[in-house]
């Protein structure tokens, strides 16, 4: 039997769960309410209990939401894919559209608010335990990816990299966005200590995870774990584009 919106085998997903990896599509997300937030619910895609050290989720806001605070410690980076909310942090308000981000500091008092009637948003949420490293706490920062410049990486014009967040010791996070033309790829298969977590904004192509290859599509996320073997290409006939995280400016090496 064939679920006809899918088009798959019932019980058939693309999604895969290891230790090391995961994709994880569209038809398997299940929203819950969201734990001190108001009338919002998220899909909790990465978290410790998946073996990660930060977690990524979806929230989905309705009219006259509200966000809550992460825990203690905790930093949060937010972006937008879709509709608009109110930040309020630091004493001053600001209109955020898809396409603007927002790095919320640890212990940083701040709210995300949707106005009433249809007002909604959807939002790409990455939130880490702050590593101190004795130099000063990180800054609230909120920006536009249109004013952000996409850098060729590593000399290939096909590939294009922006930096959403300082390359600056204070951060022990990066936040990136990923362009790649129709037949673009990363240069070589990476190995490394730092840790991804992904969400596939545009476009298609194929993953290389662990010691396998998925096709991949706008919606996905995927998890690496630290020393993952991964790769990407991008297929089709438009540009494939994706959101992604990593741990950084940290010595992931003391015993």
């Not at 299940?30 to 899909?43: E, Q």
């Not at 730092?194 to 904004?201: I, Q, T």
């Not at 993953?207 to 991008?234: H, K, N, S, T």
């Amino acid at each position: 039997m064939t679920d006809p919106i899918r088009n798959l085998p019932f019980g058939s997903t693309r999604s895969r769960i290891t230790r090391q990896y995961a994709l994880i599509t569209p038809d398997t997300h299940v929203a819950t309410p969201r734990v001190h937030w108001k009338n919002a619910s998220a899909v909790v895609h990465i978290s410790p209990q998946m073996g990660a050290r930060f977690t990524q989720y979806t929230a989905e806001l309705g009219p006259a939401a509200a966000s809550g605070p992460p825990p203690p410690g905790v930093e949060r980076f937010v972006f937008v894919l879709s509709g608009s909310v109110q930040l309020a942090v630091e004493g001053k308000s600001r209109t955020l559209g898809p396409g603007h981000f927002a790095f919320l500091p640890a212990d940083m008092p701040h709210e995300m608010t949707t106005g009433e009637g249809p007002s909604s948003a959807k939002l790409a949420v990455f939130e880490k335990r702050l590593e101190p490293d004795g130099t000063a706490a990180p800054q609230v920062r909120v920006g536009d990816q249109r004013d952000v410049a996409g850098d060729v990486f590593l000399g290939d014009p096909a590939l294009r990299l922006q930096t959403l967040l300082p390359t600056e010791p204070a951060f022990d996070l990066a936040v990136n966005l990923f362009t790649y033309d129709p037949g673009g790829h990363l240069p070589q298969v990476e190995i490394h200590v730092m840790e991804h977590g992904l969400l596939m904004l545009e476009g298609s192509g194929v993953y290389r995870l662990g010691e396998d290859w998925f096709p991949v599509q706008q919606g996905d996320v995927i998890w690496m774990a630290a020393y993952c073997p991964q790769w990407f290409v991008a297929m089709g006939k438009k540009p494939a584009r994706y959101l992604y995280y990593k741990d950084v400016s940290r010595d992931h090496t003391t015993l």
